[in-house]
């Protein structure tokens, strides 16, 4: 059982950055933690995932350069930071997880979203 949950968001400005956290508890080494968006009106995305055992990451395309995921195993936390955003980034952030290998939709376990808002 694991449970999951984002802090994090915010309103900002297009350019700035922002760095969400995903905090779990029960015992996470044994997963990869990932981050899912929803904007306005699309469907669920994935950004990234991370091994929480081995550090490993993913990333979406789109994701490359901008977003960086990192984890900190003594805090059973995974991070997102997010560089010159864009009022396109604005959405709900979900942390999820599934098991040893990166989180798809149907993952089984979703925090329970942080929002975040680009815009001047």
């Known amino acids: 059982q694991l449970q999951l949950v984002e802090s994090g968001g915010g309103l900002v400005q297009p350019g700035e950055s922002l760095a969400l956290s995903c905090a779990a508890s029960g015992s996470a080494l044994d997963y990869a933690i990932g981050w899912f968006r929803q904007a306005p009106g699309k469907e669920r995305e994935g950004i990234s995932c991370i091994s929480m055992r081995n550090g490993h990451t993913v990333y979406a395309s789109f994701a490359k350069g901008r977003f960086t995921i990192s984890r900190d195993t003594s805090l059973n936390s995974v991070y997102l930071r997010m560089d010159n955003l864009r009022p396109n980034d604005t959405a709900v952030y979900y942390c999820?997880?599934?098991?040893?290998?990166?989180?798809?939709?149907?993952?089984?376990?979703w925090g329970p979203g942080t929002q975040v808002t680009v815009s001047s």
């Open positions: 999820v997880a599934d098991g040893r290998q990166c989180p798809t939709l149907a993952a089984k376990y």
